[in-house]
T-cell receptor, first 114, second 111 residues
């Protein structure tokens, strides 16, 4: 069984540009989460999808971040416009229905904003 | 807000010795506590977890203990091996399924 995949693995952009990160969860997992780790600090929750619906987006830092999961399969996280403080590693995780807390992580996308 | 504190930030042990990493959490409603291992450049991998109705759980060389009263939980690795070298994260599940993470412990196994 394939694990959670994320694309790209790395992205280097300039301040003010737009970047879109993609996450493909484990097949059949209804729950999809986005987390990020900035500046070597703790991993922080961003949001939680159940299928295509946003269950909890309390961790989204501001309106420059937009997450979507059209069709309830893969998800995208767009940052527009990117700022220097957005640099970090963005992780995606998924879990099956009924086991929401058992989250399986992707390898992350390392974003560097210059 | 809810937080998880993790200690130590770096732990160096001799191969074959035991390693212990400790975490405390603030939200008394937390009821699920996973531990993740992240090797350099790889994904965080769930290695063991414990729920609040259990005090201890063991899986081969890895064990986790939970003290609900004191709100702390620990990871114990016995007979450490070189492949145990990694960053270990503890986490606690908040009421809304988001995980609250510790800052991580870099475990170094000395040959």
């Amino acid at each position: 069984e394939a694990g959670v995949t994320q694309f790209p693995s790395h992205s280097v952009i300039e301040k003010g540009q737009t970047v879109t990160l993609r996450c493909d969860p484990i097949s059949g997992h209804d729950n999809l989460y986005w987390y990020r780790r900035v500046m070597g600090k703790e991993i922080k929750f961003l949001l939680h999808f159940v299928k295509e619906s946003k269950q909890d987006e309390s961790g989204m830092p501001n309106n420059r971040f937009l997450a979507e999961r059209t069709g309830g399969t893969y998800s995208t996280l767009k940052v527009q416009p990117a700022e220097l403080e957005d640099s970090g590693v963005y992780f995606c995780a998924s879990s099956p229905r009924g086991q929401e807390e058992t989250q399986y992580f992707g390898p992350g996308t390392r974003l560097l904003v210059l | 807000g809810e937080n998880v504190e993790q200690h130590p930030s770096t732990l160096s042990v001799q191969e074959g010795d035991s390693a212990v990493i400790k975490c405390t959490y603030s939200d008394s409603a937390s009821n699920y506590f996973p531990w993740y291992k992240q090797e350099l450049g790889k994904r965080p991998q769930l290695i063991i977890d414990i729920r609040s109705n259990v005090g201890e759980k063991k899986d081969q060389r890895i064990a986790v203990t939970l003290n609900k009263t004191a709100k702390h939980f620990s990871l114990h690795i016995t007979e450490t091996q070189p492949e145990d070298s990694a960053v270990y994260f503890c986490a606690a599940k908040a009421s809304n399924y988001q995980l609250i993470w510790g800052a991580g412990t870099k475990l170094i196994i000395k040959p």
